[in-house]
């Protein structure tokens, strides 16, 4: 999804100030595009040119009756999801013409239009289901980074988080070292759906929050979940679609590890205005009544909710340790294996050498791959081909020796 916002057709009219397309380009001006976060606003701007302008861009406001609006609904059966959205762009444009513009005392058209509304019944894995995803997990760590089946750590490590959170998506993939209150097991999260807050999170979360720092060469600034190169983790739909179909639940979205969550802790007995709490719901009908819940009760019911969860899978995974850092050749190790390889060649080929010896090295080291050597141990081209060029003569053999 691009970033730029869609680019709206203007009006025909230059004096035609109360029309639809006139009316919504104040609209995304003065509020979706000061209001609303850059996504959400990304598709208010693509709603309103692609649907509303092409159907209602060169009436006037007023004629525009509930009629017109269900039958725009209507016609686009075939996608459900972007018909009631597209009720939602067009309701707040008309929010705005009457209650913030007071433009005219009149009945918001979109009011009392028939919607298509969300499934109808939410996804929760069961016990079993979380013990065959949790099968898959383990079976695809094991396997060697880059092969069919295998899973990457940090893949693994943010499905724990969402399951063992009921945090969003991008709020687990958004989360950095620095938003983390160990000493009060927080996570303290500047920008959510609903605003800025703080989360409560459980002795698990903080376990796996500890196997990562363990495992990761990060920055302590940086995200907790992170790509290959050290950034945001783009990848996670992705391989979450993969591995729900091997795990026998293709019909489990990432957002049903959040309902999942909710869904084990009201059948453990948590209120339901404590639950909103956990999920950062801001619904007065279900949580406002007991905002005055002591912080003692949200932490029990994390604790309880994480420990139902945790208990219908095995214990939490344990990598080997991390193998020690990679270190060059010093000049005394770079003496014993010179002669090997270096045996009637210049004084800037033998230089060129040692480098590529540090690069095979490293490959080895890491269990990587050659397009991901550094480039201070030249190109990985260069290395691949003194690497197989020593193992087919057995000159690798003698520096593995030389080496120790």
Known sequence: MEDTAVALPRPHLRSASTTIAALAERFLREYVDVYLKPRTGWNYHHYMAKFILPKFGKRDFRQVSRSDVQALHTGMKDNKAAADYVLCVLGS?????????????????????????????????????????????????????????????????????????????????????????????????????????????????????REIRQHSSGTRNGHVITSRTGGRLKSLNRSWERIRVVAGIPDVRLHDLRHSFASDAIMGGVPLAVVGKLLGHRQASTTERYAHIADKVVQDAVEHTAARIADAVKPALVLPPPPPPFKALSNAQWAKVAPIVCAGRNVRTQAQLRKAVDGVRWVLHHNASWREIPREYGSSTTCWRWHARWQADGTWTGVAAALG
Do not use: C
């Open 93 to 209: 444009l008309y929010s705005r013409i009457i209650e913030d513009w007071e433009l005219a005392d009149i009945r918001n058209p979109v009011d009392g239009a028939r919607r298509y509304g969300s499934r109808e019944v939410e996804r929760f894995l069961t016990p079993e289901e979380r013990r065959r995803l949790q099968t898959v997990l383990e079976a695809g760590l094991r396997l060697r980074p880059g092969t069919r089946g295998s899973i990457e750590p940090m893949t693994v490590w943010a499905l724990q988080l969402l399951a063992l959170t009921g945090l969003r998506r991008d709020e687990i993939l958004d989360l950095k070292w620095s938003m983390v209150d160990w000493q009060h097991a927080l996570f303290n999260l500047p920008d959510t759906k609903t605003g800025q807050r703080s989360v409560r999170v459980s002795r698990p979360v903080m376990d796996v929050l």
